[in-house]
């Protein structure tokens, strides 16, 4: 089986506002529910968990009767991002080797066929895969006084996103396991020995982070609803 987990329990600090930028508006909606409809209405995908920090005071203000039991709500989001996706793991109703999807909750634009193609290229591989796109810009590294040290190359260089695809066991395994300042699933793969595939993702799926970010976000949603 396959399940996606939504780790939805950060403060959005760098958004700079007072609500949770998972609960910032979007196209009518808060900007988590925008993920939530296209991952319950993915059939490949048996269950959705959101993770919401245990103060969270939103959740309750919203109607999620639509998603009917598609939909878990899990109050155990922890300090971090990776302490959040574990706490969702140890509380999701899932067997060792069901596939569990990664997703951020600030990752509104996220689409149908991109979840196949992660599926689809994940499911027959024995580790996992995420999303990602190669990188398109030149890249510099910064001397940490504003100015150019160096030109990265930027061959082979992939952006990671999210969904990150693997199976819960593993992941849990290799969650537990990983160095304080591990930010992704895959990261915590990688340091294990492992090498997840990367699946091409579409740039509409970006992080919704900073606050010009909503802007493009409504475009691709508005975008999509006019199809
Ligand atoms: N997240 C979480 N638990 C945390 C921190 C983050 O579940 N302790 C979630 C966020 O809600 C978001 C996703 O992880 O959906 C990606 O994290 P990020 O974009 O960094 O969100 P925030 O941590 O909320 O934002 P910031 O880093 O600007 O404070
Ligand atoms: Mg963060």
Redesign the pocket.
Known sequence: MKFALV?????????GTSI???YAMLCGEPMIRHSIETLCGFSAISRVYV?L?ENDVRWKEYDWSAFGDRLVALNC?????L??VMNGLRAMDAGDDDWVLVH???RPCIDHESLQRLIEGTENEAIGGILALPVADTLKREDGKGRIAETVPRAKLWQAQTPQMFRKGRLLDALSKAPADQTDEAGAMEALGYSPRLILGDPGNF?V?YPGDMMLAEMILKGRMGK
């Open positions: 780790p939805a329990a950060g403060s959005g600090s760098r958004m949770p930028k998972q993770v920090a989001g922890g300090k971090t991002r302490n959040s951020d909750a600030a992080k982070t």
